[in-house]
């Protein structure tokens, strides 16, 4: 499966600032995702980030709030906007890679609390 | 609208007991893919194994085994001869055969392996 880091691994951050969180592929993958989960929950997808275009966001969740990037096939970030201790969560990206079949792969993860 | 449903909360066993984590699933598509992922204390999410509708032969790798029953839309998991390490929520998801899919999982089941 391909290898895949995040930055940073954990952070305790102030409300009302901002958190970018770094996700990268050692190789380039079709398709990347954010996912939240918040403590004791389930995995819920925040967003599929795009190569070079606007990422694709579910239902609950918007651009202002958590703005993606996916320069490149290999690399995205998620930022988590004006934060309040309700965004403390797991944040995890995950990638498809080709070839690979319909399989997404996880990365670490991001634990953050919002105090 | 897919949806995935592991009744078990919590599970607690006795180091070398064999013990069953059952996952049961709703979902209108004829074809789709179902996947077992373990989430250790760590936080990461780890691929244990994707399962195509079509095929229900069932599965067996080392201590681990999956019994994947269509007519019950079930996707039951055992550990034989359980060990402390396997020690973790696993997480039994559901997404479509179309490229790209999204993962819908299930709310977990937390194993707890007592020496």
């Known amino acids: 499966s391909a290898v895949i880091s995040q930055k940073p691994s954990r952070d305790i951050c102030q409300r009302g600032t901002s958190l970018t969180i770094q996700c990268q592929v050692d190789?380039?993958?079709?398709?990347m995702f954010w996912y939240r989960q918040q403590p004791g929950q389930s995995l819920t997808l925040i967003a599929t980030a795009n190569q070079g275009s606007e990422a694709t966001y579910e239902s609950g969740f918007v651009i202002d709030k958590f703005p993606i990037s996916r320069p490149n096939l290999t690399f995205s970030t998620l930022t988590v906007s004006n934060m309040s201790p309700e965004d403390s969560s797991i944040y995890l990206c995950s990638v498809l890679a080709s070839g690979r079949g319909e399989t997404q792969y996880f990365g670490p993860g991001t634990r953050l609390l919002v105090l | 609208a897919q949806k995935v449903t592991q009744a078990q909360t919590e599970i607690s066993v006795v180091e070398k007991e064999d013990v069953t984590l059952d996952c049961v699933y709703e979902t209108r598509d004829t074809t789709y893919y179902l996947f077992w992922y373990k989430q250790p204390p760590s936080g990461e999410l780890v691929f244990l194994i994707r399962?195509?509708?079509?095929?229900?032969q069932n599965e067996i790798s080392g201590r681990y085994s999956w019994n994947f029953q269509k007519s019950t839309s079930s996707f039951n998991f055992t550990i034989t001869a359980s060990q402390v390490v396997d020690s973790a929520v696993y997480f039994c998801a559901l997404s479509r055969r179309t490229s790209g899919s999204r993962l819908t999982f299930g709310e977990g089941t937390q194993l707890t392996v007592n020496p």
């Open positions: 399962r195509n509708s079509f095929d229900e």
């Open positions: 190789s380039q993958v079709t398709m």
